[in-house]
C-alpha cells in the first residue's frame, strides 16, 4: 500500500521538505508534483533507486532519464559546457526546459537537465545536493498523471510501486517541458512544449 503524504508545493512545510530528503535518501521513489505533471523522485546517484525506477516504470535500463539539479553549480558539475552555452541557461533557466548537454562522465555520454521555475522542486533540490531522477509517475507508454486517484490507478495491483505519494491535489493541465539539445550546433528542439527556449544570444 502506497503511503500518501498532503504537500503545498507552492510553500511545502519545511518538515515535509525533510520528509522528502530522508525518503530520497534511503534509496526509495516518491511521487512527487511537478510543474508540468506527478512526477516519478528518486536519487539519480544511487544505483538501486534508479533500478527501481526502472522497474516501476517498465522500461529499459538503458534509456537515460532527466534528472532535476539545484542550480548552474550542479549543472557544470554534470556536463561539459562553455561560456555561449552558459548564457544561454542563464537567459531561460528556471524555466519548463529538459536540457541535454554532453555528460563529463563518458565521452559519448549526455544528460538531461531540469530546473523549473516550481518552489517545491526547487527547495528539494538545494537540499538533497544531488541530481534526482525527473520522469513522469506513470507506466512507460501509458498517460501522464495530473491527479493522486490516476497515480493509484495506474499502478494498483502491480508488483513494482512507488513507496510515497505526496498528494497536492488535482495539477493544472499543462504542455509538457519544452526539450533542447544543446549538445551540437546547429541546436535542436527535440519536443516544443508551453515556451519557448531562446537560443539567440
Known amino acids: ?4 503524504i498532503k504537500i503545498d508545493p507552492e510553500n511545502p512545510n519545511p518538515t515535509i521538505l525533510k520528509q522528502v530528503f530522508k525518503f530520497l535518501s534511503e534509496a526509495k521513489t516518491v511521487v512527487i508534483p511537478t510543474d508540468t505533471v506527478y512526477g516519478l523522485a528518486a536519487d ?10 526502472t522497474q516501476i516504470k517498465r522500461r ?3 534509456k537515460p532519464y532527466s534528472v532535476f539539479v539545484a542550480d ?13 552555452t552558459l548564457e544561454i541557461l542563464e537567459r531561460n533557466l528556471p524555466g519548463p526546459f529538459t536540457i541535454v548537454l554532453k555528460s563529463k562522465i563518458g565521452k559519448d555520454k549526455t544528460v538531461a537537465i531540469r530546473i523549473p521555475k516550481y518552489p517545491l522542486i526547487n527547495k528539494l533540490s538545494k537540499i538533497f545536493k544531488k ?12 498517460s501522464p498523471c495530473w491527479s493522486v486517484k490516476e497515480v493509484l490507478e495506474q499502478f494498483k495491483n502491480k508488483k513494482f510501486q512507488p513507496d510515497i505519494i505526496f498528494d497536492a491535489g488535482v495539477l ?7 526539450v533542447v539539445d544543446l549538445t551540437s550546433k546547429p541546436y535542436k528542439i527535440l519536443r516544443q512544449g ?3 527556449f531562446v537560443i539567440e544570444i
Open 60 to 62: 529499459s535500463l538503458n
Open 172 to 178: 493544472p493541465k499543462s504542455l509538457p517541458s519544452t
Open 131 to 142: 541530481p534526482i531522477i525527473a520522469t513522469s509517475a506513470n507506466i512507460s507508454g501509458k
Open 194 to 196: 508551453g515556451e519557448r
Open 72 to 84: 548552474l553549480k550542479m549543472i557544470k558539475n554534470l556536463v561539459q559546457i562553455d561560456r555561449q
Open 1 to 4: 500500500m502506497m503511503k500518501i
Open 44 to 53: 539519480a546517484t544511487n544505483l538501486k533507486a534508479v533500478k527501481k525506477t
